[in-house]
Protein backbone atom coordinates (compact mmCIF):
# COMPACT_ATOMS: atom_id res chain seq x y z
CA UNK A 1 0.00 0.00 0.00
CA UNK A 2 2.80 2.31 1.10
CA UNK A 3 4.89 1.83 -2.56
CA UNK A 4 3.38 4.47 -4.36
CA UNK A 5 4.33 6.86 -2.48
CA UNK A 6 7.88 5.62 -1.31
CA UNK A 7 10.42 7.97 -0.83
CA UNK A 8 13.13 5.31 -1.51
CA UNK A 9 14.87 5.17 -4.88
CA UNK A 10 16.38 1.84 -6.16
CA UNK A 11 20.05 2.15 -7.47
CA UNK A 12 19.05 2.56 -10.83
CA UNK A 13 16.79 5.55 -10.26
CA UNK A 14 19.59 6.85 -8.15
CA UNK A 15 21.91 6.28 -10.71
CA UNK A 16 19.70 8.37 -12.94
CA UNK A 17 18.97 11.00 -10.71
CA UNK A 18 22.81 11.73 -10.62
CA UNK A 19 23.13 11.38 -14.45
CA UNK A 20 20.72 13.77 -15.14
CA UNK A 21 22.34 16.32 -12.41
CA UNK A 22 25.73 15.88 -13.84
CA UNK A 23 23.86 16.70 -17.79
CA UNK A 24 22.22 19.80 -16.06
CA UNK A 25 25.33 21.15 -14.82
CA UNK A 26 26.88 21.01 -18.04
CA UNK A 27 23.87 22.40 -19.99
CA UNK A 28 24.03 25.21 -16.80
CA UNK A 29 27.79 26.01 -18.07
CA UNK A 30 27.44 25.57 -21.52
CA UNK A 31 24.77 28.37 -21.38
CA UNK A 32 26.75 30.46 -19.11
CA UNK A 33 29.48 30.52 -21.52
CA UNK A 34 27.17 31.12 -24.43
CA UNK A 35 25.42 34.42 -22.56
CA UNK A 36 29.39 36.41 -22.76
CA UNK A 37 30.01 35.05 -26.61
CA UNK A 38 29.78 38.14 -29.13
CA UNK A 39 28.01 36.55 -32.46
CA UNK A 40 28.08 39.03 -35.65
CA UNK A 41 26.65 39.02 -38.78
CA UNK A 42 28.71 40.25 -41.68
CA UNK A 43 27.00 41.08 -44.86
CA UNK A 44 28.47 42.70 -48.02
CA UNK A 45 29.20 42.22 -51.68
CA UNK A 46 31.79 38.99 -52.86
CA UNK A 47 35.33 40.26 -52.38
CA UNK A 48 34.48 42.93 -50.37
CA UNK A 49 36.90 41.76 -47.15
CA UNK A 50 34.34 40.06 -45.27
CA UNK A 51 37.01 36.89 -44.42
CA UNK A 52 39.91 39.61 -44.42
CA UNK A 53 38.08 41.18 -41.16
CA UNK A 54 37.75 37.96 -40.00
CA UNK A 55 40.99 37.04 -39.89
CA UNK A 56 42.45 40.20 -38.51
CA UNK A 57 40.09 39.93 -35.81
CA UNK A 58 41.38 36.14 -34.71
CA UNK A 59 45.17 37.42 -35.23
CA UNK A 60 44.17 40.51 -32.58
CA UNK A 61 42.15 38.48 -30.18
CA UNK A 62 42.61 35.09 -30.20
CA UNK A 63 45.76 33.28 -30.41
CA UNK A 64 46.49 33.31 -34.11
CA UNK A 65 45.70 30.45 -36.65
CA UNK A 66 46.52 26.57 -36.41
CA UNK A 67 49.16 25.24 -38.56
CA UNK A 68 46.17 23.51 -40.02
CA UNK A 69 44.80 26.73 -41.26
CA UNK A 70 47.87 28.65 -42.29
CA UNK A 71 47.94 25.49 -44.52
CA UNK A 72 44.74 25.77 -45.66
CA UNK A 73 45.02 29.32 -46.29
CA UNK A 74 48.32 28.57 -48.85
CA UNK A 75 46.64 26.38 -50.75
CA UNK A 76 43.59 28.39 -51.34
CA UNK A 77 45.40 31.76 -52.40
Known amino acids: ?3 CFSSEFSEEEKKMKI ?3 LIDREL ?3 AKK ?3 AVKILLLGAAESGKS ?3 KQMKIIHSQ ?3 QQELVSFKVNE
Open 1 to 3: MGL
Open 19 to 21: QSA
Open 28 to 30: YEH
Open 34 to 36: EMN
Open 52 to 54: TLV
Open 64 to 66: GFT
